[in-house]
């Protein structure tokens, strides 16, 4: 695909936008990308996991059973599924930046909502609607980073604006601890709508899609866009700008073309189990410490501590893949997180359980958030906000079966070691999956074979 913002018969200099925002160096434009984005994963965290630290309040103010209140927690999951299966899609049509301010205004009024509640009807209601909203942002924001953070520090930089669930698990913790023996539990829903207040900042900072701008034929905001990515670089005067050859197909059955097939669902495995066990986990961990005999303060002080953890182990994970590959460390992280969680049901102390809790925090997020980095690049760029849109859509069937599942578990009075050895095990078949994903169907390996072949072609000297 090729734009040009000037026509005539002489010869024009070609910009591939791709490789002028792969090869870029870290500057202030990614700095402010950065913040933006770590900031609406941050809200998307808080929004999912806020219900972990009042779950004991609402089953007590509604008188719900554990499987009632599991099934309460899949209503906003149900919605994220939703959001990111149909929302998602739609944004390589009217652009990422208009559709995530859609989403961000739609989780941030769902969730207020859900603090005006009194009935569970209306609860579930206004969460399924603040989950439309975070299960449309979330692959966008991974879409729209990934265009522009340079190819050398994607994975990380993927990985560190991830670590933003984990922090919005943290505030949800914190304004728990804080907000609930003065306020109650609905507060900690009300100022859920703060993020509608930052709407003006992201409509003058948050950057269109590049490929966006190329359809569109905004030549003169692409031009600006690449500058402030390249600040000490000249781009010509009518300049043509073209997109890597992946951006011409239509995404929807393409992510099982051309060879995707086998990874498209294996990813979708892996992710799913690894959603069963993060929120199935999460979920229930204030109530699964307060059933070990300790107190609902102390179960928000696990919470906080499962949180503190999984931003540090994302950026280690996001570090490790770096370092070694995504494979060996995501194979890494997901065997901590089977390890610790089901260690969790054979221990008393208060220490050992804080261990545990800890790791398997930073091992499942870990891993969560350095996929986040590892998968969009499989795909072309066109259908990267799809098929990461359907991938968090599928898979968002195990956050919604982890939560049900161990509250029938409980409901049922199965052990506290067998609720979490259920948890554990599968992540199992996450790293089997990771490592027997195929690499020949890896877009971002053909287009750099590609382009090496063609730098080596051209310096070879004309016969």
């Known amino acids: ?102 989403y961000m205004t739609l989780f941030s009024i769902g969730m207020f909502l859900t603090g005006l509640t009194h009935t569970p009807f209306w609860f579930g209601t206004f969460r399924f609607i603040t989950g439309l909203g975070v299960g449309g942002s979330l692959p966008n924001v991974t879409a729209l980073a990934t265009e522009y953070l340079p190819a050398k520090s994607r994975g990380t930089m993927i990985a560190m604006i991830y670590s933003g669930i984990s922090f919005g698990g943290v505030a949800a913790a914190l ?41 569109r034929n905004r030549l003169e905001v692409l031009r600006n866009q690449l500058l402030k990515v390249r600040p000490s670089e000249v781009l010509p005067e009518g300049a043509v700008f073209e997109l890597d050859k992946g951006f011409g197909k239509v995404p929807v059955a393409a992510i099982f073309q051309d060879g ?17 066990v993060i929120f199935g986990f999460t979920i229930w961990l204030p109530k699964l410490i307060m059933d070990h005999g300790y ?75 350095t996929m986040n980095g590892f998968m969009p690049p499989y795909y072309p760029p066109s259908m990267r906000s799809t098929a990461t849109g359907f991938c968090y859509g599928i898979s968002r069937l195990g956050a919604i079966v982890g939560p049900t599942f161990i509250g029938v578990l409980m409901t049922m009075h199965f052990s506290y070691q067998f609720t979490l050895l259920a948890l554990a095990l599968p992540s199992v ?33 004309a016969r």
Request: charged residues 10%.
């Open 1 to 102: 695909m090729h734009a040009s913002g000037a026509s005539g018969s002489s010869a024009k200099a070609v910009i591939n936008v791709n490789q002028w925002l792969n090869s870029s160096k870290l500057n202030k434009f990614h700095a402010v990308l950065f913040i933006l984005s770590i900031f609406i994963i941050a809200f998307d965290g808080y929004d999912l996991f806020i219900y972990a630290g009042s779950i004991p309040l609402v089953m007590k103010e509604f008188k719900m059973n554990p499987a009632y209140a599991g099934m309460i927690a899949s209503y906003m999951l149900i919605g994220a599924a939703l959001g990111s299966l149909v929302l998602a899609s739609l944004a390589d049509i009217v652009g990422r930046k208009n559709a995530l301010l859609c």
């Open 175 to 215: 304004f728990s601890i804080w907000l609930f023996p003065s306020f109650g539990w609905r507060s900690v829903y009300i100022i859920g709508i703060f993020p509608i207040l930052l709407l003006p900042i992201y409509i003058k900072w948050l950057p269109e899609s590049p490929v966006r701008l190329v359809r």
């Open 260 to 276: 995707r097939a086998v990874s498209t669902v294996l990813f979708w495995v892996i992710w799913f189990v690894n959603l069963y």
């Open 295 to 369: 107190t609902l303060a102390t179960g928000l002080t696990f919470l906080l501590a499962n949180s503190v953890a999984s931003v540090i182990g994302s950026y280690v994970a996001g570090w490790v893949a770096d370092k070694i590959g995504f494979r060996g460390s995501l194979a890494i992280f997901y065997l901590l997180s089977m390890c610790s969680v089901a260690l969790v049901g054979f221990v008393s102390s208060y220490g050992a359980l804080m261990l545990l809790v800890s790791l398997a925090g930073a091992g499942f997020n870990g891993a969560q958030n």
């Open 429 to 461: 078949i996450s790293a089997a999956g990771v490592l027997s994903m195929p690499d020949k169907c890896n877009y971002a390996r053909i287009l750099r074979e590609e382009q090496a072949a063609a730098q080596r072609s051209s310096a070879q000297p």
